[in-house]
Every structure is written in structure tokens, then in C-alpha cells.
């Protein structure tokens, strides 16, 4: 069975730092992987996919990386800002099914 | 850019009563699925849907759920006789492959059950 498993729990920052979200998984079948934004009480944002053959993916200021052979996946954040502040979720596809972790909650304090 | 849309946001229902959750898939995805969240814990798998019929779920999804594409555009979660700890938000997913593609996710629907 598939296990998702987030470090840090929490985060605080200054603005303008660079930070790391840590995603580590137990089973390394799998598609693809999928980080998230959700706000609170809303509901979630995709960020960056990469696939299981891929080593990292970027978008702007965000980073992914993925060591499939390891388990491990890492969600790196430049500059940060305010906005940024969220929790940010990990998520990993394989056969018709995500399997979530417990999500980073990132505050960027101005 | 394309979302998946979910009505109603909020849903309030009194133990035992059926609910329906409805959403509407990105119209060129083929697979649909349905997450749940309770307050303060993992979002959970509960179901996927393909070519209408269930290809995958979990062992939250038993009886007591039921999913239905009742036209070529709605997407539906049933909870018959909904429990107290049935409140969560549902979200509901879809995606064009199973394989190389991520998931959209919609808004979601917090249901609490009283």
C-alpha cells in the first residue's frame, strides 16, 4: 500500500526566501507526480506534474524534483512571497488513483 | 482555462437523509473521479470512473456510495442515510489518461451532516 509522507509539516518564513517542501513515497510504481496549493477551505490548485520518467519540471519560481528510484520528491520555492502562503500537497498517480500526503502549511511573513 | 466545476459548494443535511453531489468533468477528459477531505486530514481516494463504470475504489466507497454519469456531462457522488462522519469536503476529479496525465480538481462541496 502506497504511504505519502510530507516534511515539514509547517514552515515559516521570511519573504524572499528560498525554501524546500519534502515528499517522500513508500511504493515507486507509479505514472506521475502531482504537487498542489490548496488554500484554506478551498480547493486545489495543480502546480507541476512530472512523470515517472522525468527528473524535474519547472514553472516560474517552482522546482520539482523526482527520484522515482529513492522515493523522494522536492518542491522548491524562490523568492518567496506572501502569496505563496498555503499548504502545499504532495500526490502520487498510479493505476487510476492518487495517493495524497498530509501537506507542507507554508507562511511567508512579510 | 478548462475547470471542473462542482455544485453545490456548501451542502447541509440532517443524519440519514440521501445527498447528491454534482459535478461537471473537463469535456475532453475520459476519467472521473472522487476525493474526499475531513477537516484536518488527508484528502482520500474514493473512486475512479471510466467509460462508464467504476474502474477503482477504495474501501471508504461501499454501499452507502454511488457514482453515476446520468448525461454526457455530469458526474455525481450519492450518499445514501449520510452518517455524522460522512461531513467532508468532496472533491470532485478528472483527467484525459490514466497514465500520463495529472488530475483537475474542482472547488469542491463541504457537506456537513447534522
Known amino acids: 500500500k502506497q504511504e505519502v509522507t510530507q516534511i515539514p509539516a509547517a514552515l515559516s518564513v521570511p519573504e524572499g526566501e528560498n525554501l524546500v517542501l519534502n515528499c517522500s513515497f513508500t511504493?515507486?510504481?507509479?505514472?506521475?507526480l502531482q504537487w498542489f496549493r490548496q488554500d484554506p477551505g478551498k480547493g486545489l490548485t495543480s502546480l507541476l506534474l512530472?512523470?515517472?520518467?522525468?527528473r524535474e519540471q519547472t514553472s516560474g519560481r517552482l522546482n520539482a524534483s523526482l527520484d522515482k528510484s529513492s522515493g523522494r520528491s522536492t518542491l522548491y520555492i524562490a523568492a518567496s512571497q506572501p502569496g505563496d502562503s498555503a499548504t502545499y500537497l504532495c500526490?502520487?498517480?498510479?493505476?487510476?488513483?492518487?495517493?495524497f500526503g498530509d501537506g507542507t502549511t507554508l507562511t511567508v511573513k512579510p | 482555462e478548462p475547470e471542473v466545476t462542482q455544485t453545490p459548494s456548501h451542502q447541509v443535511t440532517q443524519m440519514g437523509q440521501e445527498v447528491i453531489l454534482r459535478c461537471v468533468p473537463i469535456?475532453?477528459?475520459?476519467?472521473f473521479y472522487w476525493y474526499r477531505q475531513i477537516l484536518g486530514q488527508k484528502v482520500e481516494f474514493l473512486v475512479s470512473?471510466?467509460?462508464?463504470?467504476?474502474?477503482?475504489k477504495s474501501e471508504i466507497f461501499d454501499d452507502q456510495f454511488s457514482v453515476e454519469r446520468p448525461d454526457g456531462s455530469n458526474f455525481t457522488l450519492k450518499i445514501r442515510s449520510t452518517k455524522l462522519e460522512d461531513s467532508a469536503m468532496y472533491f470532485c476529479?478528472?483527467?484525459?489518461?490514466?497514465?500520463?496525465?495529472?488530475?483537475?480538481f474542482g472547488s469542491g462541496t463541504r457537506l456537513t451532516v447534522v
Open positions: 476529479a478528472s483527467s484525459v489518461g490514466r497514465e500520463l496525465d495529472g488530475y483537475t
Open positions: 500526490a502520487v498517480n498510479y493505476a487510476g488513483k492518487s495517493t
Open positions: 470512473f471510466y467509460n462508464n463504470e467504476i474502474s477503482e
Open positions: 469535456s475532453n477528459h475520459l476519467y
Open positions: 512530472i512523470q515517472s520518467s522525468q
Open positions: 511504493d515507486s510504481a507509479i505514472y506521475n
